[in-house]
């Protein structure tokens, strides 16, 4: 079904769960048809019943359509016909058929358009192109018109061509009847072309002989089918529409035309008469497909196409019915697979007469054939459709054989010399054909058997399935044994056979030994799959290492969840039937030796294994054993219902990991066919979800790394639900079984269940259906019972190649016999007999319960003669003491399981009873030895006297390592008999698996109880003490060195802390530039009224106050005036580790000789920090010896503010140098150089120059100061814009403003002002004569002190002085700043209000004139300003436009006073940073009404004694350096003088703008659909297209295209291009069509991840699961604060170079 965007959002989906994916054809949407959809789901619009009263459509008014619309498209076909040329042999004609198609373009759009105009007009389409007689008389060429004519040959040649050109045609004909084949042949001009592949296809280079004996013996099975030739190569054309799909497929589906045939499928009877055409024309679009260049977007087309026609179940049934649709889907699937096969060499590799197909052919390797297959899949899903094929015994035959195609596909053959030169990936598509077109098809009509009803249909398949394997393995030359090295993971007809017993059993009831084979085929049928078993282990053991990486990946697939459900399910249940059916002794030693540990279970310490090499023994023996465990525990297919599975499922994903949503989704198997998008009971597995696992939503790491929303295993399941079989069963990496235990085991530590090491957890079973019920019987047989006996004992003498792991599946075989035990046996003591022999005599039954206490005394082994044991005389002397200290030993005698297994086999093939005594020695047992190589085997017989019991009793000493360690629980408390599920035992190591074991034994039989008693009132042996492994040695040397290598760092680091040089990174910065005056922030538009307008930011303010004053003032006095950095400043940060200047610089060659460097480039000067690897790009010189001096410098003072004042002046007029103190050996100067260089080449230069004359020296200084006033700000906004809480910030830590002052103060001292210009006389002396300074008119006049900038006045005043500043002289160059600050801020007011305030202030002022703190008033002061600057014209010409810009407040006191601090308080703020960083003082926290009273007295403004006043009042902090009103009346002047040219421009120069918000970047909406459906369409304003990737950026909200060539400029493209504008170099930018963000920084980009999420806490990148995603904003908040904070470098860890490209 698919919907177009807009009946989609019409609709209702809530609590509904959808995808939306953006189809690139077009379509037909099916809102509105109730054969697809329910009415209930219609769109608003299509819901309105619109049939009841349609007018007519007049005659008149379609006349002209019917009349003109046969020409038309008439004209059309024949221009195609005309333009199609047979593409020659070699030259692919593609650019011929695209320009025919472009001229063609106008034409199929007016067609298509017409399809748009509605109902009428398509009837009228439809009538046109299915009228038949029009066809006939318009293009039958038989007129007189040569033109038509010549149309109709061309066509007929087309026709032709099309027909019988491909060998698999010849192959068609020879089946017929070999002289109509031969004639029709020659017909076509082929000399001797005898139907053979060999001669035709040339392309398949293969010996001439196979493959000719291959199409001869390939024709023998095909001819059955009489139906080949009609459907593959007769085509007429009746009609319009017939012949334009034929075109269209000649043409390879052009999308208009696509779009067109689609766009008219709303016409009921176009859409019948299409779909038929379609499927007349199913064999011409396969060869086409097959002979296509371009066979992906052909595929997707077709597929475009056929899911509209086939998903509506009455037409698929129609077209089933009237057109034999199956039929024709079963051949060309048939054919097109026969043009790809080979000959098998699986088992027999000279005689087999198997044919598979090759894994390597293009046609599988690209998938061609899935839009066939997906067609198949589609039409089964519709029951009456699958029904009739189910019924079809003709179709399933010729079904099965194409399945027996993929039988034992892509061979594998171990390599046991060399490493394989060329590794194959075929295996890729060998998996992928037989999931898509072997088992989604098998899923499909398993979905159609689920009731008592469809009985017959599985029948059917099972019967013909079985007839297909018996044909396979009669091909294959099958006896008994499987041919050694070889493996095939694809046996899709067994997998059938598993499937469809396993649904008659579980929904179908039927009678499972109604449908199983005899004996023989039953051990036929185990064999492969059994192998595969096999297999897994040797590869995971390493043994086909040298096959390559491939055979691990085929591994790996075999499990995937993808695949797991179609293959290792069908083939462990298939096995467990056969184990359920078959005699248990022989199952058992068969799995052995397929596993090749037979040699390997022996009672001796030394054995030979002739087919295995000892570094594989171990690994081998864990495999057969967890195999035997997982056959026996398993019951995904023995009784489970599908909740349960689906819970078992859930369970085992999640205890390996926690999971997201989505990844849980995909990893659990889908039972149905997956391509329906059924999940096994979709309801349930959210309420399945949520029983098993909570929750976890998405957070943060303080590393950065982002986590999506988990679902982690709630306790209960840990506690009873944990299932180790089935992780194994499902994990695709070995590691991921570990990892659930690891999780498992810190579970259990938490809770304080257990605080070991513990056991995987023994866990009970679904119970078996009644039809599986002889499974059981393995758990009870002989053969099984010597094997755990053996490896119990060699357990215990600590053999070598046992592990921990054979154990614990010992021990889990042997519990899950005592949970299954059968019969209850009887009390009666089993006698024991003297020294044993055979075999046989093992054990006297076949129950485990009372095997278990059975004493075995001797047993006879072969074993080499080198072994210890050969060494004694006589049995006496093996006593058991001797044997403790052999090394290692085995179980049963060498040959016996497998003599055992001969013997039965032969009893069966025989069906002779004679022969059952007489036991035949293994033919096997020497097969692969090599000749001479094994020493002599001979006979020695052991003295054991042990039972399973006692050898599980001294298990549990050995691993406790106490004697006498168990004791039975029940001598203490009998209750545990009556109530043996006791917590206690649940979760543990071996020691309680042993307890475990031996408490169940006793409670099924009374003689186990009292024989366990009876062993442990004996005193065991002493254990042997335990010798340290070379294993534990390693792990316990690895904790010694890791200690002694953290010892050694932290040294390290100290001794680091110790030095003096320090790191620093220096990144460019334009945060600052985004802080804004109001406080709403902005959104991101997505309407198309909504736009972003940059007036209002810091940067631009501030650029347009210096243009201003460049205007009217003299440059090199603006360039004192202000501050840069506003927009493209520099910001220092630095990590804070320190490192000699000669260890930095041979720390940079050895990066530049590192050659694999990623996400820096050495040659810039980019580096990582050494020790924390942080990004990093300069380092920064550390001023030695700071330390001791600091005391001297910080003693308060008792000078005068006078004295200070001129000791300041002389010290900034002291000519700069480098201090004596650095004296040039040091290499500091040098350093210092580079790094103002580094810090100057970060800048680009348009944010550097700002001067009229380039290069002026005016122009570095205003650049330095600047670089001190951006990181001071940048502290500030890192702190959140105030310093209420005082204390060091995290950006504290970063800062290194102390060290970066010394730099730049040095380098400032290398300019000296004129003492001429030095605005400190401006601000500490009176002027003699005020007209001087008029001077002469032309020269531009210097900057008005009150126009300055009073931060950058204090920057400049520090710099100047010599380093390190004395404290009282930046005490007092604060207090006269300050005094020029709140002057400015009285001014400021005086501009701000109107004229009655004015009058009001000055009456006010006047009457405090003469107290006694007249200077320290504000009402004084400001009435004084108002009467100064009154003698000018600024308050002149005030029109009604004044009024309007600013805003009528009415000013009292208190807001007169608030919005005087609120005006000095940035400056405040600033200073109080720089005394913090110069002098080390902490910063004091207060509340935000107190700031400025608590950083005025931090800062020495308030007098001490000042604390005592109540109301706090600003002035007081004032302390005037010359008589207040004079300066004031001198500063005013200079003001006046200018405004009596320039009113306005004087007045805007005064109002500042004082506070700035917080920068941020854009608000965006809740829903991401909002943004992705207004910008997706949208067009690029540059290039005016819609771009192919757009992007929107976050900080200003502009859309650009991201890797748009359209939009590059000068090979930058237009997204790197924004970063540098908008961001001097950052750029932030979130992808439409992905939603994600990117981070641009300089010349490198990062993927940030995705700020919107699924209601599940989850990611959707590239927009693939079509989810609904919502605004994360904790994620959006952590994308600013690292925006704010310029941490990108540090936080993200995968950066790469984008070449400008982006």
Request: net charge negative; charged share 20%; with cysteine.
């Amino acid at each position: 079904m698919s919907l177009c965007a807009e009946c989609f959002h019409q609709g209702d989906h809530t609590g509904h769960d959808f995808n939306m994916f953006r189809s690139q054809a077009g379509g037909a949407c099916d809102c509105g048809d109730s054969n697809v959809m329910r009415e209930s789901g219609f769109c608003k619009r299509h819901q309105i019943k619109s049939s009841s009263n349609i007018p007519c459509v007049p005659k008149d008014l379609l006349m002209m359509s019917e009349f003109v619309l046969p020409r038309f498209i008439f004209c059309l076909i024949q221009y195609l016909r005309e333009g199609y040329n047979e593409p020659a042999a070699d030259v692919p004609s593609e650019k011929d058929l695209n320009k025919v198609l472009q001229l063609l373009e106008p034409q199929i759009s007016f067609l298509e358009d017409l399809t748009k105009m509605g109902g009428a007009m398509r009837s009228v389409l439809t009538q046109v192109l299915t009228n038949q007689q029009s066809y006939k008389d318009l293009t039958s060429g038989l007129g007189e018109n040569a033109y038509a004519r010549k149309s109709h040959e061309k066509y007929l040649i087309a026709l032709k061509s099309s027909g019988l050109t491909y060998p698999e045609d010849k192959l068609v004909y020879g089946i017929q009847e070999p002289s109509a084949g031969t004639s029709t042949l020659a017909v076509q001009g082929f000399a001797g072309a005898t139907g053979t592949l060999g001669q035709l296809d040339s392309s398949d280079e293969e010996d001439q002989d196979g493959s000719q004996g291959l199409g001869k013996r390939k024709r023998v099975k095909l001819s059955s089918n009489t139906k080949d030739q009609s459907i593959m190569d007769v085509l007429k054309h009746k009609s319009f529409l017939e012949e334009l799909l034929f075109w269209t497929i000649k043409y390879e589906f052009p999308q208009k035309m696509v779009t067109f045939l689609l766009n008219m499928l709303p016409d009921q009877e176009y859409k019948v008469a299409f779909t038929k055409t379609f499927v007349q024309h199913y064999a011409f679009i396969m060869k086409t497909l097959k002979k296509s260049h371009e066979s992906d977007t052909m595929s997707n087309r077709i597929v475009h196409i056929s899911v509209q026609l086939f998903s509506n179940e009455e037409l698929a049934r129609q077209v089933t019915e009237e057109c034999q649709l199956l039929d024709i889907m079963v051949t060309v699937l048939l054919y097109m697979m026969e043009s790809c096969l080979i000959k098998s060499e699986l088992q027999d590799e000279e005689n087999s007469l198997h044919v598979v197909v090759n894994c390597g052919e293009a046609l599988l390797k690209n998938n061609t054939y899935w839009p066939l297959v997906s067609d198949f899949i589609n039409i089964l899903s519709h029951q009456s459709v699958a029904k009739r094929f189910l019924e079809d015994h003709g179709l399933l035959v010729t079904w099965m054989n194409f399945v027996s195609f993929f039988q034992g596909m892509n061979l594998n053959k171990r390599e046991l010399n060399e490493h394989v030169e060329f590794e194959s990936q075929t295996y890729y598509a060998a998996f992928a054909a037989e999931l898509e077109a072997c088992a989604q098809p098998m899923w499909g009509l398993l979905s159609h058997c689920k009731v008592r009803e469809t009985q017959e249909y599985t029948r059917n398949v099972v019967r013909y399935c079985l007839e297909a394997l018996q044909d396979w393995f009669d091909a294959i030359n099958f006896v008994d044994e499987p041919a050694p090295n070889q493996v095939t993971f694809h046996l899709p007809l067994h997998r059938y056979y598993a499937m469809f017993l396993s649904k008659a059993v579980k929904c179908q009831e039927l009678d499972l030994d109604s449908v199983l084979p005899d004996q023989e085929m039953l051990m036929k049928l185990m064999i492969h799959p059994l192998q595969i078993q096999a297999s897994l282990a040797e590869i995971h053991s390493n043994m086909w290492v040298r096959n390559g990486l491939q055979i691990k990946g085929q591994a790996m697939t075999y499990v995937q969840s993808h695949f797991c459900n179609s293959m290792i399910d069908p083939d462990i249940y298939l096995l467990q039937v056969c184990a359920s059916r078959l005699d248990p002794d022989y199952f058992i030693s068969s799995v052995f030796e397929r596993f090749k540990v037979v040699d390997l279970l022996t009672m001796a310490s030394q054995h030979q294994n002739t087919v295995l090499d000892a570094e594989h023994e171990r690994s081998m023996l864990e495999g057969a054993l967890t195999f035997l465990v997982i056959l026996l525990s398993l019951r995904l297919h023995l009784g489970m219902s599908d909740d349960e599975i689906l819970r078992a499922e859930m369970v085992a994903q999640l205890c390996m990991n926690d999971r997201t949503h989505s990844s849980l989704l995909d990893l659990i198997p889908e039972n149905p066919n997956p391509k329906s998008g059924i999940i096994p009971g979709s309801y349930s597995f959210e309420s399945v979800l949520s029983a098993v696992a909570d929750f976890k939503a998405p957070v943060f790491e303080p590393g950065g790394s982002m986590q999506q929303g988990m679902y982690t295993p709630k306790a209960e399941v840990w506690d009873h639900e944990f299932d180790p079989v089935m992780v194994i069963l499902r994990t695709v990496y070995r590691r991921d079984v570990q990892s659930a235990m690891d999780r498992y085991t810190a579970f259990l530590k938490q809770s304080g269940k257990f605080p070991g090491n513990p056991w995987p957890p023994y866990k009970k079973r679904t119970p078996l259906h009644p039809s599986y019920k002889g499974l059981m019987r393995l758990l009870h047989c002989k053969t099984l019972h010597i094997v755990l006996f053996t490896l119990l004992y060699k357990i215990l003498m600590d053999h070598q190649n046992l592990s921990e792991h054979v154990l614990c599946m010992v021990l889990y075989l042997i519990e899950l016999g005592l949970e299954n035990s059968a019969e209850e046996e009887s009390d009666e003591e089993a006698s024991v007999g003297g020294p044993e022999r055979c075999h046989d005599s093992w054990f006297p039954g076949s129950n485990l319960v009372s095997n278990m206490r059975h004493f075995i005394n001797y047993v006879r082994v072969r074993v080499p003669e080198t072994a210890p044991e050969v060494k004694r005389d006589s049995p006496a002397s093996t006593s058991s003491d001797s044997l403790g200290s052999l090394q290692n030993s085995g179980t049963a005698q060498v040959f016996s399981l497998v003599a055992e297994r001969r013997k039965k086999f032969q009893e069966i093939i025989n069906r002779n009873s004679s022969e059952a005594n007489q036991v035949v020695r293994p033919k096997t047992s020497n097969k692969w030895s090599a000749p001479g190589s094994a020493p002599q085997l001979t006979t020695a017989i052991l003295e054991i006297k042990e039972s399973i019991l006692s050898l599980l009793i001294k298990l549990h000493h050995k691993l406790s390592g106490k004697q006498n360690s168990y004791y039975p629980p029940w001598l203490d408390d009998i209750e545990i008999l009556i109530q043996p599920d006791i917590p206690k035992y649940s979760h543990g190591d071996g020691i309680t698996a042993v307890e475990r074991i031996l408490l169940k034994a006793a409670l099924q039989s009374r003689m186990n109880k009292r024989i366990i008693e009876e062993i442990c009132r004996k005193v065991t042996p002493p254990v042997p003490p335990k010798k340290i492994t070379a294993a534990e040695k390693k792990t316990l040397d690895k904790e010694e060195r890791r200690q002694k290598a953290r010892e050694r760092q932290q040294k390290l680091l100290a001794e680091f802390a110790s030095r003096q040089k320090s790191f620093m990174e220096t990144a460019m910065d334009v945060v600052l530039g985004q802080c804004r005056d109001n406080i709403e922030p902005k959104k991101l538009p997505v309407t198309e009224e909504e736009q972003i307008y940059p007036w209002d930011t810091c940067a631009a303010v501030h650029d347009v106050r210096l243009s201003l004053l460049q205007r009217y003032f003299k440059d090199s006095s603006c360039l004192l005036a202000v501050s840069i950095g506003w927009e493209g400043g520099v910001y220092v940060q630095t990590c804070g580790h320190t490192l000699h200047i000669d260890c930095h610089k041979s720390y940079m060659e050895s990066l530049r000789n590192d050659q694999v460097l990623q996400g820096f480039s050495v040659d810039k000067g980019e580096f990582t920090c050494p020790l924390c690897r942080q990004f990093a790009n300069s380092v920064l010189p550390c001023y030695p010896g700071s330390n001791v001096e600091n005391n001297l410098w910080q003693r308060p003072s008792n000078k005068s503010i006078q004295d200070l004042i001129k000791e300041v002046e002389e010290l900034q007029g002291r000519p700069g140098a480098f201090p004596v103190s650095i004296s040039s050996e040091t290499n500091l100067s040098k350093e210092m150089e580079s790094v103002m260089k580094d810090i100057k080449n970060t800048t680009q230069k348009k944010y550097r120059d700002y001067s009229k004359t380039p290069g002026s020296p005016d122009n570095d200084f205003l650049f330095m100061y600047s670089v001190a006033r951006t990181n001071l700000e940048l502290e500030l906004i890192h702190r959140g814009g105030n310093l209420c809480s005082g204390g060091a910030s995290t950006a504290g830590k970063r800062s290194c403003l102390n060290q970066l002052f010394h730099v730049l103060a040095l380098h400032m001292r290398l300019y000296s002002i004129d003492s001429e210009y030095n605005p400190w006389r401006k601000l500490t002396q009176l002027l003699e004569e005020m007209n001087s300074q008029l001077g002469n008119e032309e020269q531009q006049p210097e900057v008005p002190i009150l126009y300055h900038d009073v931060t950058s006045l204090l920057l400049i005043q520090i710099l100047m002085m010599p380093q390190p500043l004395r404290k009282d002289h930046f005490t007092c160059i604060v207090k006269v700043l300050f005094t020029l600050l709140y002057t400015q801020g009285l001014v400021a007011l005086s501009v701000k209000c109107n004229e009655e305030d004015r009058s009001a202030w000055k009456h006010t002022g006047a009457l405090k004139k003469n107290t006694c703190d007249a200077e320290k008033s504000y009402e004084v002061l400001l009435n004084f300003v108002i009467r100064e600057l009154s003698k000018g014209k600024l308050y002149h010409e005030e029109g009604m436009q004044e009024c309007a810009t600013i805003s009528p407040i009415a000013w009292s006191p208190e807001s007169t006073e608030k919005y005087l601090q609120d005006f000095c308080l940035h400056f405040l703020r600033i200073t109080s940073l720089l005394q913090h960083h110069l002098f080390g003082e902490d910063l004091p926290s207060c509340q935000e009404e107190e700031e400025f009273s608590v950083l005025s007295s931090c800062l020495g403004l308030l007098p001490t004694f000042y604390q005592t006043e109540h109301p706090f009042i600003s002035a007081s902090c004032l302390d005037w350096p010359v008589p207040a009103f004079d300066i004031i009346s001198q500063w005013c002047f200079q003001i006046n003088s200018f405004t009596e040219r320039h009113a306005e421009q004087g007045k805007a120069l005064l109002i500042q703008e004082s506070r700035w918000k917080l920068p941020h970047l854009l608000q965006l909406p809740e829903n991401y659909n909002t943004i992705f459906q207004y910008y997706h369409r949208k067009t690029c304003s540059v290039c005016t297209k819609v771009p192919k990737d757009p992007a929107v950026c976050l900080v200003c909200g502009t859309f650009v295209c991201l890797k748009g060539l359209c939009c590059k400029q000068q090979s930058y493209c237009e997204c790197v291009l924004h970063s540098q504008n908008c961001g001097a170099g950052t750029g932030i930018f979130l992808l439409i069509n992905a939603s994600v963000i990117i981070i641009i920084r300089g010349h490198r980009f990062c993927l940030w991840g995705s700020v919107y999420l699924d209601a599940h806490g989850e990611e959707d990148r590239d927009l693939r699961r079509g989810k609904p995603l919502y605004i994360c904003k904790e994620r959006y908040k952590v994308l600013e604060q690292q925006w704010i904070s310029h941490t990108f470098d540090h936080i993200n860890k995968r950066w790469g170079p984008h070449y400008n490209g982006l």
